[in-house]
């Protein structure tokens, strides 16, 4: 099983400088679901780890959360893609958890929910605290150049000759960019093989 980590602000959908705390304010960004789409057709299998903390801080509930991601999932269905699970922390800095990324612990949760070992599991998003946790939990992390890393396009270059050690030197080395997530699809599909369909978990966590 190939399974693949995305955060979500900033990556699948519009980031604010709040928060997304309701439907209305749910806006994909383009080209994003059908992204997903394009892998789910060939076999991968997308699963969201996100930050939540707007919960924790009183500024939205479950009841919206649940609502959002309910029309996340009929944006992707319309293109004929699939969120298997999302995984969220709704904690807030203070409670000082696990999960909260840069801390790998939603990480470890797909992990032992999928039954996989973390290490080479390719995991993406734009915020730099996503691609951190995602390097802590042994995953292959990838930043892409959308919502908190959209100023930097202007800065570095993508692929190998990125000078990504001097522009943000508390990366893993291994961090590759990507200008969004319909590039590192491209990127993905064109570098890994089509992975084999194997059984698991359904359904959405949130």
Not at 123 to 151: F, M, W
Request: charged share 20%; glycine share 10%; with cysteine.
């Amino acid at each position: 099983m190939k399974l693949l980590i995305l955060d979500r602000d900033g990556t699948l959908n519009r980031s604010r400088d709040d928060y997304v705390a309701s439907p209305e304010e749910w806006e994909p960004l383009p080209g994003a679901l059908e992204a997903v789409a394009r892998l789910n057709q060939e076999g991968w299998r997308v699963v969201l780890a996100t930050n939540q903390s707007g919960i924790g801080r009183g500024l939205f509930d479950m009841a919206a959360l649940n609502a959002i991601h309910a029309k996340m999932n009929r944006a992707l269905a319309a293109v004929g893609g699939r969120i298997e699970a999302v995984f969220f922390c709704p904690h807030s800095p203070e409670d000082g958890c696990h999960c909260r990324k840069p801390a790998p612990g939603l990480f470890e949760q797909i992990g032992e929910r999928f039954g996989v070992v973390l290490s080479g599991v390719q995991a993406a998003g734009n915020a730099v605290r996503h691609v951190q946790a995602a390097a802590s939990a042994g995953c292959q992390p990838h930043l892409l150049l959308t919502g908190q890393s959209e100023h930097l396009r202007d800065r570095v270059g993508l692929g190998a000759d990125a000078d990504l050690a001097a522009l943000l030197p508390e990366l893993s080395a291994c961090t590759r960019l990507h200008a969004d997530l319909a590039a590192f699809a491209d990127w993905l599909l064109t570098h890994q093989e089509r992975p084999a369909a194997a059984p698991g978990p359904q359904g959405t966590h949130a």
